[in-house]
């Protein structure tokens, strides 16, 4: 590939800057990182007009580079995320008050935004007080 800096992704069907951005940085809001084969960051034009194959430049350094965390602290329990959750519903039948969401943490051990309850995706993982 010919990513001049950075690991080389090919865009396929259905992708959008943020879900890569999600995906290899963990997170959709920076997907103005992600760079063109000539290190050059994409517009909002052209990140609008993105062809299937086409490379896309992920910066080193990033959670992509790193293994990813797929245990919980030390006194949670770890849950699945699946379709229909919320994180007030799992709040509710596994602490017994849906307001106590704001107990569970990532699998890195940091707290739930506001942010992201609203992106919960189907089986990311949450980590619940024991």
Same mark, same amino acid.
């Given at each position: 590939?010919?990513? &001049? ?6 865009? &396929? ?10 995906? %290899? ?10 760079? &063109? ?18 490379? /896309?430049? /992920? ?21 699945? /995320? %699946? ?10 039948? &596994? ?10 943490? %990532? ?11 609203? %992106?919960?995706? /189907? ?8």
């Amino acid at each position: 590939m010919s990513c &001049k800096v950075g690991s080389s992704y090919i865009f &396929k069907a259905g992708d959008t800057l943020s879900n890569i951005a999600q995906e %290899k940085l963990g997170d959709d809001t920076r997907w103005r990182e992600l760079m &063109k084969s000539d290190g050059s960051p994409f517009t909002e034009q052209e990140a609008q007009q993105l062809q299937v194959g086409q490379e /896309v430049c /992920v910066p080193l350094g990033s959670p992509v580079n790193q293994p990813p965390q797929t245990s919980c602290p030390t006194g949670t329990q770890s849950y699945v /995320v %699946k379709a229909g959750d919320t994180l007030y519903l799992i709040a509710e039948q &596994k602490l017994g008050d849906g307001n106590r969401w704001h107990d569970f943490q %990532k699998s890195d051990g940091t707290p739930f935004t506001e942010a992201d309850a609203e %992106k919960l995706q /189907v089986g990311q993982q949450i980590c619940i007080p024991g």
